[in-house]
T-cell receptor, first 112, second 114 residues
Framework: DGGITQSPKYLFRKEGQNVTLSCEQN?????MYWYRQDPGQGLRLIYYSQIVNDFQKGDIAEGYSVSREKKESFPLTVTSAQKNPTAFYLCASRGSWVETQYFGPGTRLLVL | AQSVTQLGSHVSVSEGALVLLRCNYS??????LFWYVQYPNQGLQLLLK??????LVKGINGFEAEFKKSETSFHLTKPSAHMSDAAEYFC????????????FGQGTRLTINP
């Protein structure tokens, strides 16, 4: 089945620690996105990538980093510089010439 | 630039009643409009979308939405609510051409009363 997978489902971060969230898609989509969701604030764009080895900052990129070494993979690292990382993180992808984004199941990040 | 306003962060209806979730958008170019649904602790699922053509769009689970350019609205409706419709709903907009990003509304949580 084609789709987007995110792992882990839950992730716990200790203070000062970097953690990486995985996002993989087998839809052959060129564009991939990371969003952060907080209660009552909708979805906010962290980073997005239109092609391999290229990515752009979204609206709230501070404290996060990404890489796009393969078309199917777009991992997000939450660095120690992100002081309020507790949130639900959603990965999405989009094919060329279409505007619809398809979402993964999400990763919930909690701080110990 | 695009923006989306969803009127009402919480909407509560009785089972069998009409569901109406409001979405107004702002866009300097012809927009593409989307409604997504999110069940607890899950990702977003596309309900329906408007790109071009017919302004009344039908989606999954009996939902539909009408694009009204003069009112800059894209309200979501369902004639008869079901308990399984309880979820959070997001309206989103993108520029019709070449847009790389979606802009989301704040979301509306729909509660269904038995």
């Amino acid at each position: 089945d084609g789709g987007i997978t995110q792992s882990p489902k839950y992730l716990f971060r200790k203070e000062g620690q970097n953690v990486t969230l995985s996002c993989e898609q087998n839809l052959n989509h060129d564009a991939m996105y990371w969003y952060r969701q907080d209660p009552g604030q909708g979805l906010r764009l962290i980073y997005y990538s239109q092609i391999v080895n290229d990515f752009q900052k979204g609206d709230i990129a501070e404290g996060y980093s990404v890489s796009r070494e393969k078309k199917e993979s777009f991992p997000l690292t939450v660095t120690s510089a992100q002081k309020n990382p507790t949130a639900f993180y959603l990965c999405a992808s989009r094919g060329s010439w279409v505007e619809t984004q398809y979402f993964g199941p999400g990763t919930r990040l909690l701080v110990l | 630039a695009q923006s989306v306003t969803q009127l009402g962060s919480h909407v509560s209806v009785s089972e069998g009643a009409l569901v109406l979730l409001r979405c107004n958008y702002s866009s300097s170019v012809p927009p593409y409009l989307f409604w997504y649904v999110q069940y607890p602790n899950q990702g977003l699922q596309l309900l329906l979308k408007y790109t071009t053509g017919a302004t009344l769009v039908k989606g999954i689970n009996g939902f539909e939405a009408e694009f009204k350019k003069s009112e800059t609205s894209f309200h979501l409706t369902k004639p008869s609510a079901h308990m399984s419709d309880a979820a959070e709903y997001f309206c989103a907009v993108s520029a019709a051409r070449g847009a790389q990003k979606l802009v989301f509304g704040q979301g509306t949580r729909l509660t269904i009363n038995p």
